[in-house]
């Protein structure tokens, strides 16, 4: 651009081709595109070295080359050039075009002239026609041809706008122009009559397609100051020339400045391509390609905003309060950028592009809106997992009113944050999101209700566990009468406890009539099952809980103690009560009876087991069959079956043989018993011993009898083994049979002659110490001496009772040891005394 500001370039060169780059470059350089509407464009046309540049470089200030009229006449401007008119407003752009009628390009090539006079009248709001002031008037005067090529072109033009045409009328001569302007009027409608027009157009006078203004000036040359002035004056119509009234007052199809170079790019291509000009769809065309220019600007423009960035980089971190006002004032700007750009192209189109570049922008973010509403859900989806769990666990109100509030207090807040990042631009569907949330937060509640319920069952399950198993095992090791009915009163009075309990607790959950009842119904079930595998574990040690039973009452009396086999106990009928209570327990332990019904299964093993005598005669003569021989009850399901009468059989006749042997033990105990308590053999014994021994009795009697001597050795022998026999508890050697007796006592006789003769000399031993250490008192008087006797005497005979009622050990020399060392001295002396006396 040149310094003086006009910005002179051309626009097509002498070749026809369209200077691109040249007019792009003239347009920024005078920033016509912040002009809008307000500009203007004027074209000048006419014959060669008609002073065409010098009028417009004094009219416009512009600097287009001018003809040297020193050097001759020839052609100064080639193609079509462009420029700025210098302090006019509003912006007035000036195209100066070639000469018609130049010998450069010769008599037959119009071509170039048709096609510039066509292009000048498609992009010009004013045209200027310079012609001679001598030629008006004449028949073959030079803007004839001019006129005709403007006629013939404009019938191109499909609709096209009114054009002003001022014709200025250079070299003015004294014929006022009162006179000059009628004739060329009546030329040029003359001209515009015999040109050919379409049938639409055929009876259509110029007026509707040129508004035709007059002026002229006088010669440059000759009158250059009043050629100035008048020139000044005419420059004064230029001023507001697109206002209402001036000399562009005709607007309707005026392309937008910022769309006026990709509109002269498309005008000039249809001309050279040799096609009707359409300047109404030109305009729509050319309204269509810039504003999406401009969106597509605004677009670019968009992705690379800085707080658009921070915005989507903020959003991918996380939720970002207030997101939907500054989206919104991101877009708004461009979006107001574009509607000031676009302001003057046609509404349609600019309407359209205005809704594409929203909706694109508003494709562009909608990530980051999606981003966002996932950060919104997921951190929806977590309120409500720790609400649910904080509220399920306070145990304020049951699960389902935990749910429904919790549920209602996030999708309020999830509601109100969708509301904050709402653009107004955009009408995005989120109910897909909200959707998402309610299903994820049902699934969830779901899966807590699910884990709950399994919990609270599991939790109801091991409390009939703990109130059932135990007791009903204690009840079944009992095996009594009423067994079945007590478990059956406890089983009731538990279930019953937890069924309550565990509907006051599925009442919170809010369960349908189907699930609620199906859930109890489990329950009842599981204590069902409770009592059934306790059954079957208790029933699989049948046979232990049978043999304890019998050992319990066979070896045990009703009190509770240890039975002592003395020989006077019925051992039939205690076998027999014994196995009665092993067979109840067997009878208990063979079916789970929780339904209160009779069966007939311990009549059945008492008959067939029990009585077998009877039961086997009466079967013998009834002809009928074994009714163990079967592998169910009568009268019982085979699920409530535990031992099965085959099985009953066998775990009888394993316990027989098991049984038998405490039995045999028993017999024998109390065989024993009685040998070792008969002291005295049997009468029919001591009848023919005295018999057979008569005559020795009767000879020892009489020895006797005869020596009083023998008799009295005979009772101190006696008494001395008596006194020995009680003091060593010797009769207890012999509760173990007699052999064993002599045996124990053949064992430990020395020893307890060398312990008697030891005891004996100790006390002899002390006596003569006494004597030394006391000496002998003086004689008593005789009847103190009696007394004295007398005392001495009944001292001995307490020494010897002591003695012979002194408890001994039976099983060890040491204990008997023991207990004559532990006597006292005296008691000693004295039964020294009494050994040796």
């Not at 007035?92 to 000469?99: K, Q, Y």
């Not at 461009?334 to 694109?360: H, P």
């Amino acid at each position: 651009m040149n310094g003086d500001g006009c910005g002179s370039t051309q626009l097509i060169d002498g070749d026809g081709e369209f200077n691109v780059e040249g007019l792009e470059q003239f347009i920024k350089g005078i920033r016509l595109a912040d002009c809008g509407l307000s500009y203007a464009v004027v074209a000048i046309m006419g014959p060669q070295s008609s002073g065409k540049s010098t009028l417009l470089n004094h009219l416009f200030k512009t600097n287009f080359r001018e003809m040297d009229t020193f050097r001759g006449r020839n052609q100064t401007t080639k193609g079509i050039w462009i420029a700025k008119g210098i302090g006019i407003e509003p912006c007035t752009i000036v195209m100066d075009l070639e000469g018609t009628d130049g010998r450069e390009r010769g008599e037959d090539d119009t071509t170039f002239e048709k096609q510039s006079a066509l292009f000048a009248l498609a992009v010009s709001d004013i045209v200027l026609i310079n012609m001679w002031c001598h030629d008006i008037g004449r028949e073959q005067a030079a803007n004839k041809p001019l006129l005709k090529t403007v006629f013939q072109v404009m019938m191109r033009l499909f609709s096209p706008r009114k054009t002003t045409l001022l014709f200025v009328i250079r070299d003015k001569t004294k014929t006022p122009m009162e006179y000059l302007e009628p004739v060329l009027r009546e030329d040029i409608q003359k001209i515009w009559d015999s040109v050919s027009k379409p049938p639409a157009h055929k009876d259509t006078p110029l007026s509707e397609f040129f508004h035709v203004e007059v002026t002229a000036l006088p010669s440059f040359e000759e009158k250059e100051e009043q050629f100035k002035e008048q020139v000044s004056q005419l420059r004064q119509r230029f001023f507001n020339s697109i206002a209402p009234g001036g000399l562009a007052g005709d607007r309707r199809g005026v392309i937008p400045a910022s769309g006026f170079s990709f509109s002269a790019q498309q005008i000039w291509k249809v001309i050279c391509e040799n096609k009707d000009l359409d300047l109404p769809a030109h305009k729509v065309m050319v309204a269509t390609v810039r504003c999406e220019e401009i969106a597509n600007e605004k677009l670019s423009r968009l992705t690379c905003d800085e707080n658009w960035l921070e915005l989507n980089a903020a959003v991918q971190a996380g939720p970002v309060p207030g997101f939907g006002k500054k989206l919104s004032s991101i877009l708004d700007f461009y979006l107001s950028e574009y509607d000031s750009e676009a302001f003057y192209f046609e509404e349609g189109v600019r309407t359209a592009k205005r809704q594409q570049l929203e909706t694109s922008a508003v494709n562009y973010v909608h990530s980051a809106f999606q981003t966002l509403l996932g950060h919104f859900r997921s951190r929806s989806l977590d309120k409500f997992k720790n609400d649910l769990d904080r509220s399920v666990k306070a145990e304020k109100k049951g699960f389902t009113p935990s749910v429904r509030s919790c549920t209602e207090a996030v999708m309020l807040e999830f509601d109100t944050n969708l509301k904050d990042a709402v653009v107004k631009h955009a009408n995005w569907d989120t109910k897909r999101v909200r959707d998402k949330l309610q299903r994820d937060i049902e699934a969830y509640a779901l899966e807590v209700r699910s884990v709950r319920l399994a919990e609270l069952k599991r939790s109801f399950e091991d409390r009939l566990k703990e109130a059932l198993s135990e007791p009903v095992e204690s009840i079944l090791e009992a095996g009594s009468d009423n067994t079945w009915q007590s478990i059956r009163h406890l089983h009731k009075i538990e279930t019953e406890r937890a069924v309550s309990s565990f509907s006051d607790e599925l009442s919170g959950f809010e369960l349908d009539d189907t699930t609620r009842d199906a859930m109890i119904l489990s329950l009842r079930e599981v204590s069902r099952d409770i009592v059934h595998k306790k059954a079957r574990e208790e029933a699989s040690k049948v046979l232990i809980h049978m043999k304890e039973r019998f050992s319990t009452v066979f070896s045990h009396d009703k009190d509770s103690m240890p039975r002592v086999w003395t020989g006077k106990e019925n051992i039939r009928a205690i076998t027999k009560e014994a196995r009665t209570a092993a067979l109840k327990l067997l009878s208990v332990l063979a079916a789970v009876r929780l339904e209160d019904k009779t069966d007939k299964i311990e009549r059945i093993l008492r008959s067939s087991l029990l009585d077998v005598g009877s039961s086997s005669m009466t079967r013998n003569i009834e002809g009928s069959t074994d009714p163990l021989a079967s592998s169910t009850w009568d009268e019982i399901s085979p699920k409530d079956t535990l031992i099965t009468p085959v099985h009953c059989k066998a775990y009888w006749r394993q316990f027989n043989t098991e049984t038998e042997y405490s039995v045999a033990q028993a017999i024998t105990a109390q065989e024993a018993h009685k040998r070792n308590n008969s002291k005295l053999p049997p009468l029919w014994a001591v009848i023919v011993m005295f018999a057979l021994g008569f005559n020795e009795i009767m000879a020892t009697i009489t020895f006797i009898l005869r020596s009083p001597f023998y008799l009295l050795g005979f009772f101190v022998v006696f008494f001395l083994s008596y006194a020995v026999a009680l003091q060593y508890n010797i009769a207890g050697y012999f509760h173990h049979g007699l052999f064993s007796g002599i045996l124990t006592l053949s064992a430990r006789f020395l020893p307890m002659v060398l312990n008697i003769l030891q005891r004996v000399a100790n006390q002899g031993q002390q006596q003569y110490q006494n004597n030394q250490q006391y000496p002998q008192p003086n004689l008593p008087p005789i009847g103190t001496a009696q007394s004295f006797r007398h005392r001495n005497e009944s001292q001995r005979h307490t020494a010897a009772s002591s003695v012979v009622l002194e408890p001994a050990s039976s099983t060890s020399s040491v204990s008997s040891n023991s207990a004559i060392d532990d006597a006292s001295p005296s008691s000693r002396d004295r039964t020294g005394e009494e050994l040796t006396s």
